[in-house]
């Protein structure tokens, strides 16, 4: 054990050591010869990690709405899947997410007005995120209720509602999944109804904003005979 900790030091300094050298190499280099490339590359990368993960985060809250229905459901006849779908720190956000009431109409009135509707922050990708973990969020309160309808009138044992309740988790963590990925590559969703229904929301960003759907050329029309 001792020596486990000698190199975990060990390591943990030299990356230290190397990091802060190669700092101040680019420091130095910067002011000597004014060299603007290292910046550069700084300052785009830690921008596109704050604009890829706050994206990602936009779909936290949705996701725990989304357990919050499914797994008292399949957590007895599906203990080693709920483990896999419900880590630590997430048991620990849906405990808070129940104590606090009307927590998802609260979320998604703040998110709304806060971020969407005063163009905050000004990353338009991230918007788009936050607005469609709202979509999300909206299409899951339609179907709660039709899908708790059927499954108390039509699943007569509870290992019917287990399974049932399965399927459609899994189904949702597709959709959630393909959302977190293209937040990840930092692509839009290519289905237009959906991706119009989502810019309508977002607004115009500027007076020389424009829309998605019109940065395509137009078809050439086809000569006349």
């Not at 797994?71 to 709920?82: A, K, N, R």
């Not at 979320?107 to 806060?114: A, D, E, G, S």
Request: hydrophobic share 45%; proline share 6%; with cysteine.
């Amino acid at each position: 054990m001792v020596i486990m900790q000698t190199v975990i030091l060990n390591t943990v300094s030299s990356e230290v050591f190397l990091f802060l050298f190669f700092f101040l190499l680019i420091l130095i280099l910067d002011r000597k010869f004014n060299v603007t490339l290292p910046r550069k590359l700084f300052l785009n990368s830690n921008k596109l990690i704050f604009q890829r993960g706050c994206s990602i985060l936009a779909y936290y809250v949705p996701y725990i709405e989304l357990l919050t229905y499914h797994i008292p459901l399949i957590q007895e006849t599906h203990p080693y899947l709920v483990r896999l779908f419900l880590p630590s720190f997430i048991s620990d956000s849906m405990g808070w997410y129940q104590q606090v009431p009307f927590f998802s109409t609260i979320y998604m009135l703040f998110t709304y007005i806060t971020f969407l509707r005063f163009k905050f922050p000004p990353d338009r990708f991230i918007r788009y995120n936050l607005m469609f973990g709202i979509f999300l969020m909206y299409m899951q309160g339609i179907y709660i209720e039709i899908y708790m309808y059927y499954v108390n009138n039509w699943c007569e044992t509870v290992r019917e509602k287990s399974d049932t309740t399965l399927s459609m988790l899994l189904i949702w963590l597709i959709v959630f999944f393909s959302a977190v990925l293209r937040a990840l590559l930092g692509k839009y969703i290519e289905n237009s109804f959906i991706r119009e229904t989502i810019e309508m929301h977002l607004g115009r960003d500027g007076p020389d904003f424009v829309w998605w759907d019109r940065e395509k050329k137009p078809k050439p029309k086809p000569p006349k005979k």
